[in-house]
């Protein structure tokens, strides 16, 4: 991990992107990404923003974390978290408050929703700085169950839209924010992150190639 200006910039234009893409989404209409039903059902049911449901359901993972792993580092990422939720109201209340797609447009912004999630995932990732909140769930469930990471990954997903799901209907609010872009997120986010890292080495190289070649 390396503190530095352009990688702190990095992790603040990846949460900026990431956060987008959850508005997007529920927006859309179209379904959210797996961890995001769970906050959405439970801003509706305690009547509270995006924001301050995501800072409740991390805050509780952080805490579970550092329980469990008896490690004080999972605290860090509270910083993330802090950072987050805030920005998630800023697109929610503010910049996309009045945005509400109809038509062809709901398609352009599950579709967009669909394409920065990951891009932000992987900024995030490219910043060298602490895996996100969900990321490090995913560590835990590969190491409590010996899956690999994408089975890993795939396990969470099912037991959080079976949380947020299980949530809903209890509070008769049906199938809340789950639907088939759900499913669509869940089998598209790994392999959008691979197309992004790909296409951000591809860059990087020729950036290197090209400075080799200035200096020579």
């Known amino acids: 991990m390396k503190i530095t200006v352009p990688n702190a910039l990095k992790y603040l234009l990846g949460l900026l992107i990431t956060s987008l893409s959850v508005v997007l989404s529920f927006r859309g209409g179209f379904g959210a990404c797996s961890a995001d039903n769970l906050t959405y059902i439970l801003s509706t049911i305690l009547g509270i923003s995006l924001g301050t449901a995501s800072f409740i359901l991390c805050t509780l993972i952080i805490l579970f974390l550092t329980i469990y792993f008896r490690n004080l580092k999972f605290l860090f990422l509270f910083f993330q978290v802090i950072v987050f939720s805030p920005i ?129």
Do not use: C
């Open 88 to 216: 998630l109201d800023l697109w929610d209340l503010v910049v996309l408050a009045n945005y509400a797609p109809t038509g062809i447009m709901l398609y352009v912004t599950a579709g967009l929703a669909i394409l920065l999630m990951p891009l932000g995932s992987t900024i995030l990732i490219r910043s060298t700085l602490p895996a996100g909140v969900y990321d490090e769930l995913m560590f835990f469930t590969a190491k409590v169950t010996k899956f690999r990471l994408p089975v890993a990954r795939f396990l969470n997903e099912i037991i959080l839209v079976a949380l947020a799901l299980i949530l809903s209907f209890s509070s008769a609010h049906g199938w809340g924010s789950v639907r088939i872009g759900t499913f669509i997120f869940a089998v598209s986010f790994g392999l959008l992150i691979k197309f992004y890292t790909y296409l951000f080495d591809k860059i990087s190289t020729r950036r290197k190639n090209h400075g080799n070649q200035q200096t020579d």
